[in-house]
């Protein structure tokens, strides 16, 4: 995670492309992203309205597919971040890079990530005719912040030790499926992604996240994210002979 602006998430950026594209590619895959998230919850909830549970395994199964292909096809361009998280963790590794990421280029990436997690929920939401509303699920709680933390330093694990390890080429379908999974064994369904958190904020349906929850949240991720680096780095302390090699 070395390249300019957004080192490769999802394998190696194969054509170095102008920050413009690589931007614009972050912030369609992220508004895709929350489409994918909100929309589903929303089909979900219509068409499952009486068990939570099938609403929560349609909503899962939706985001870990859609989250592999945004990053496989999104990868190659801008690295398919995809996430604050993720695009600050590639600043703090590879800032002492002459080649690294520069602070123009990872302040653009938050930006479009941002606005890009608003603007996918609002499509969400004009796709199913749902009023864009801030939303009114409160859900901090000591255990959902704990589980905040823990999905997102997972996610961040899988990413860094699936790079450093020299196995870039797994890590859509990897991260795929760790999402998948982390929407059940954490109590918050793990949202692991502050842009995808401020998203769900204007879509008052199955995925959303009242105002008063997503600082807590995100600060959470935060902390998550800072831990899953360091365990990337102690596990993982550099890339493998076979990465160098490739």
């Not at 590619?25 to 489409?35: D, F, K, Q, S, Y």
């Not at 330093?153 to 890590?171: H, K, M, Q």
């Not at 692991?192 to 958190?197: K, L």
């Amino acid at each position: 995670m070395s390249a300019p602006a957004g080192a490769p998430a999802a394998g190696p950026v194969l054509v170095r492309a102008a920050l413009w594209r690589r931007a614009l590619g972050e912030l369609i895959g992220t508004g895709m992203l929350v489409a994918i998230v909100v929309g589903s919850g929303i089909a979900a909830a219509n068409l499952s309205p009486d068990d939570v549970g099938l609403q929560l395994l349609e909503n899962s199964i939706a985001t870990a597919l859609g989250l592999a292909v945004l990053i496989a096809v999104l990868g190659p361009l801008s690295g398919a971040h995809l996430n604050p998280v993720v695009t600050l963790a590639d600043w703090v590794l590879g800032r002492r890079d002459p080649a690294g990421p520069r602070l123009g280029g990872v302040g653009a990436y938050l930006a479009v990530q941002l606005g890009g997690g608003i603007g996918g929920a609002l499509l969400a939401n004009a796709m199913f005719g749902e009023p864009t509303t801030l939303a009114t699920t409160y859900r901090v709680s000591g255990a959902t912040l704990l589980a905040e933390v823990v999905a997102t330093a997972g996610l961040l694990l899988v990413i860094l030790g699936l790079l450093r390890a020299g196995r870039d080429t797994l890590v859509a379908p990897a991260v795929g499926a760790y999402i998948g999974a982390a929407y059940w064994f954490t109590s918050s369904t793990s949202f692991a992604n502050p842009a995808v958190t401020v998203g769900r904020m204007f879509s008052d349906t199955f995925a959303g996240i009242a105002p008063g929850s997503v600082l807590p949240f995100v600060l959470a991720q935060l902390v998550g994210g800072a831990i899953g680096v360091g365990l990337a780095v102690v596990l993982y302390p550099a890339r493998s002979e076979a990465a160098a090699r490739s």
